[in-house]
């Protein structure tokens, strides 16, 4: 077969194609001349419509493809949770009360965390989320992966997903896999939707407007536009705590039932616009250009503070007597030398010993009416909640000019040359809180900070097929990539995290929930690596292609390593083929997990305290066992089959993970009284306010296996055109060496929170003026987890959850429809501790005021409707 360039592509011929049968990089797109027209007629692996087959059976290795008509059916406007039901061996979680991870919710591909998933947009690398997963459902624990939510399903053609390790093709975070977030490049035509729902119970209520615009640039270029607005109502699925319901009956004034909300974050002014550009510059040159604005408001609940036992804020002996400051005014030298506050020795100790401490006499006469001493509950009387939210700005910009060369010595050769920038803002502010410290003047807003990551990344691609005199040409490709990455943290306002009078009387520091990033904390982190790759993929025979990538790759922090990939494909029938692969692998540490420090609170054996997350080189972690951040090392391999004939089409996939060294944050370590001396001798400041420390490390080792299995039929029925489709994940995760740093609890959820079966069963249905979505959804048991403590942990049972949605074509233009998730509110688990554990740690199923477990796998809001309308032109 002859290949040609065309004018916007350049033609390599199907299954030479680089890295896997398809070309993310953006080098190629597979064209085949016709013998009867001028023009050549594109011909992809697999087009984007629900007609379709998902994955690409010419491939040697698993690859699916969402396309742009499937995802607009899902009636989801998360990418992430329209990847979810699309791709079975991806899981997603809801986030409450999980301080980051609520702003950037992480996704686990075949069982890894999110930043073992590589994502590319138009065949270039995304960059990473400012945001870092401190509190990350087990697995994502520390995980800094890409922000895909920003993504509109609008602006895209079509989503790729690379079910196989390809570290050796993309270098760091392809271990799991990759996805590539093909944009629309249609040069005319658009459409504007507008959709509107709410959950069965009532709130949540989200609306939501995009739009997409295509354009010719010139006679030979094209300029796509897309614009997303959306904004959501917060959901509350909580009953009210124990605790709080006592204070209620005690008269308290002012206790919100409920107390502390378990639920989504409000979201609001979700702004995204993306735009998309191609030029045919001639002389077989094509010039592109992409990239976005997307910013968003999230504010989501925290723990509810209790006004009679809350740590470093209302007692500091759990309940036993009330923290009273000292506020006598003294001369200059005294303990707080003259700022007005006192030695603390002034002031009476009241021992609380009824539900409402502020309405005993020795309250009253100590506290209330001596304004020389002071306790919170003047000012919090019924205790307070914490309200944690962000403002996300991310932006990115790609140039790059691609083609073939037509002269000299690299003549015949395919050309991409590209630069990217890529920078992700989180701006932290959280509000109804206090900074105990500065007692009565405490502010009850603040802004503790903010994380940015910014990345620049170029490349030089070369692609060219050689006449080996094998069955058809070889395609070699290689390339060069540089790469730099900075994390800044930037310090909040000093509110946020000074130490104020009262911190020697035993009051909290900072922002309680969230302190502020002190200056000593604030700064620039970078890194740089470069890489050099080659790929090649031969047709040794008719029935047999055999393919190979090297890939050297050298960090300026902690040196080289250097990556292969083997992958075969063998044709047995003209209906049947065999694939397989074998990869090594590596993730590097981000500069974001090697440098980052912060506070947060947790509850540890159900009580609130303040964790501090430090840099692993800092004094604290290495005393407790930390060391300097090294790689993570994978081998996997991949065996698979394909069958397709006729309408049908099936794949069935084994893989197996190995990861080395896996990075994540250790689990929380109690600094004990010796601690505390040595580090105290050693000159590290403000220990005594610590009372647990984490950081992360290479502390254990996981091997992964599963098996990815994808039937597709297609058929005219019910006087109509039918697609059905069948998926299915089984997935196992074996913790097989790890040590006391990351501990038997950790070990528990990285094995078992997922479950570990899922799968899907989709119908589409299209007549001539109505069409019909249905998907149901299973997911297989895993292990409730509520609030990180191993206390509420219980096996939770298998459900299935169903999607549909209906569809009126009013006119060739408008569209209208109405759908539902989960449409017969298939409940999450609930929350059912084993009666040990409420007797060994005095719990019940609802101490902290959550109805279900939130490690649900499908969420735990409920169903969902909303009425949609769409105007195409």
Partial sequence: MKMQYNSLHIAIKLGLTLSAGLLFSGLAVAVEETETADKNIEKIAVIGSRAAPRSIGESPVPIDIIGGDEMGKTGNTDMLEILKGSVPSLNVHQNPISDAASLVRPANLRGLPADSTLILVNGKRRHKASVIAFLGGGINDGAQGSDISVIPSIALKQVEVLRDGAAAQYGSDAIAGVMNFVLDDSADGGSLVVRHGEYFDGDGTATEVSGNVGMPL??????????????????????????????????????????????????????????????????????????????????????????????????????????????????????????????????????????????????????????????????????????????????????????????????????DLSGIVGRNESQYFI????????????????????????????????????????????????????????????????????????????????????????????????????????????????????????????????????????????????????????????RAPTVGQANVSNVQTNLSGGVLVDSALLPPTNPISLQLGGSELQPEESESYTLGAVYESGDFFLTVDYYNIE???????????????????????????????????????????????????????????????????????WNETDVTQFSAITGDFKVSRLENDLPNHRGTLTWAQEWESVAMFTRANYYGKYQGVHVDWDATANNADAAVTVDAEISYFVTDSITLSLGAQNVFDQEAEKINIPEANKQEFGISNNSWGGKYYETSPFGFNGGFYYVKATYNF
């Fill in 218 to 415: 010139t006679r030979d270029g094209f300029v796509n536009l897309s614009f997303q607005y959306k904004n959501a109502d917060a959901t509350s699925r909580s009953v009210q705590r124990p605790d709080a319901a006592a204070f209620i009956s005690a008269g308290v004034p002012g206790v919100a039932d409920p107390a502390q909300v378990w639920g989504s974050p409000e979201i609001e002014d979700d702004i995204t616009l993306f735009g998309n550009v191609g030029l045919d510059l001639g002389n077989d040159k094509e010039f592109y250009m992409f990239g976005n604005y997307s910013e968003r408001d999230v504010r989501g609940g925290f723990y509810y503070r209790n006004p009679h036992t809350r740590g470093t804020v209302f007692s500091n002996d759990d309940g036993a007597t009330l923290l009273v400051g000292d506020l006598t005014p003294g001369p200059v030298g005294q303990i707080n030398d003259g700022l007005g506050m006192g030695d603390g020795i002034d002031c009476p100790i009241i021992p609380i010993t009824t539900g409402d401490v502020t309405s005993q006499q020795n309250y009253i006469d100590g506290i209330a009416n001596n304004p020389n001493c002071f306790a919170f509950n003047e000012m919090l009387p019924a205790g307070f909640t914490p309200n944690f939210g962000g403002n996300i700005t991310d932006t990115s910009l790609a140039i790059g000019v691609k083609g073939e060369i037509t002269d000299g010595f690299l003549e015949g050769v395919y050309f």
């Fill in 431 to 586: 509000f109804d809180t206090i900074n105990a410290s500065l007692g009565p003047d405490t502010p009850r807003d603040f802004n503790p900070g903010k994380y940015i990551q910014l990345e620049k990344t170029f490349n030089l691609d070369l692609v060219r097929s050689l006449d080996m005199n094998l069955y058809d040409d070889i395609n070699l490709a290689g390339g060069l990539e540089w790469h730099e990455e900075t994390f800044e943290v930037v310090a909040g306002d000093v509110a946020s995290f000074t130490p104020g009078p009262l911190t020697s009387q035993g009051f909290g520091i900072g922002s309680n929930g969230f302190p502020g990033f002190q200056p000593a904390a604030a700064g620039v982190s970078s890194r740089r690596n470069y890489a050099v790759y080659i790929d090649v993929e031969a047709p040794v025979s008719e029935t047999f292609l055999l393919g190979g990538a090297v890939r050297f790759e050298d960090y300026d922090s902690f040196g080289s390593t250097t990556n292969y990939k083997l992958l075969a494909q063998l044709n047995v029938t003209d209906d049947l083929s065999f694939r397989g692969s074998f990869s090594t692998g590596f």
């Fill in 659 to 729: 990861v080395e060294d896996r990075i994540s944050q250790s689990e929380k370590k109690t600094l004990s009284d010796a601690d505390k001396a040595s580090l105290k001798a050693a000159g590290v400041p403000n220990v005594d306010s610590l009372q647990q420390v984490s950081f992360f490390t290479n502390d254990f080792d996981t091997t992964t296996e599963g098996v990815d299995l994808v039937v597709n039929y297609t058929a005219e029925l019910f006087s109509g055109d039918s697609t059905f489709s069948l998926a299915y994940n």
